[in-house]
């Protein structure tokens, strides 16, 4: 089994936040794909990282998690293509572990 998450950022590049139908539609296709998900929305975590070692950047996100048998690799490159398109991103973080239901 792996446990999947998505970092979702609440605002675009310049300051904006995101209209609340972006993530009900993220919300919607987990749930179809997946039967369920988790959604970290109450108490955004904040990215910090250094692009040029000099400036730090920042991104408050909300992280999406989902568990699933198997591990899809090619339609989780494709949907996260099209959330980077759609939430103006030059990368956006998928990342999977793979676990043990206790």
């Known amino acids: 089994m792996y446990l999947i998450q998505l970092l979702l950022p609440l605002y675009d590049n310049h ?6 139908h972006f993530f ?3 919300g919607e296709t987990l749930i179809t794909r997946f039967g369920g998900l988790t959604a970290f929305t109450r108490a955004p975590a904040t990215g ?7 400036h730090t950047e920042r991104d408050e996100v909300v992280v999406y998690e989902v568990m699933t048998e198997t591990l899809d690799r090619t ?5 996260r293509s099209m959330l980077e398109a759609r939430f103006e991103q030059d990368e956006l ?9 206790l």
């Open 15 to 20: 300051g904006q936040g995101f209209p609340g």
């Open 24 to 26: 009900r539609e993220v």
């Open 48 to 54: 910090l990282w250094r692009e040029d070692g000099v």
């Open 75 to 79: 339609w989780w490159a494709d949907y």
């Open 93 to 101: 973080v998928v990342r999977a572990w793979p676990i043990e239901k």
